[in-house]
């Protein structure tokens, strides 16, 4: 099993940046690819980004030039830096990993991005 918290959501103003990160405990050996997705309300979970083994990236297009994901393996951590955050970037924001075949999630956190 593989426990993942998120921490650094909050609420800020448009425009303005927020560094999410998550941290992985438990049976780490083994995790492959590292992610953060999102899910607006009444909306479906969306994939934000994700950062492979060897740093290869993938961005969704509404975030790409705006958000830099990127992995500590050391650490097990991953990051979601976020710059010139949109009202419409409102959400829970959940932190994913891959390992040994098996997708883990964490429990969120929410970005609010309001005036």
């Given at each position: 099993q593989v426990q993942l918290v998120e921490s650094g959501g909050g609420l800020v103003q448009p425009g303005e940046s927020l560094r999410?990160?998550?941290a992985a405990s438990g049976s780490i050996f083994g995790i492959s690819a590292m992610g953060w997705y999102r899910q607006a309300p009444g909306k479906e979970r969306e994939l934000v980004a994700s950062i492979?083994?060897?740093g290869i990236t993938n961005y969704a297009a509404s975030v790409k030039g705006r958000c830099i994901i990127s992995r500590d393996n050391a650490k097990?951590?991953?990051y979601l830096q976020m710059?010139?955050?949109k009202p419409e970037d409102t959400a829970?924001?959940?932190c994913n990993v891959d390992?040994?075949?098996f997708t883990y999630w964490g429990g969120?956190?929410?970005v609010t991005v309001s005036s």
């Open positions: 999410l990160s998550c492979g083994v060897g097990k951590k991953v710059n010139s955050l829970a924001y959940y390992r040994l075949g969120g956190t929410l």
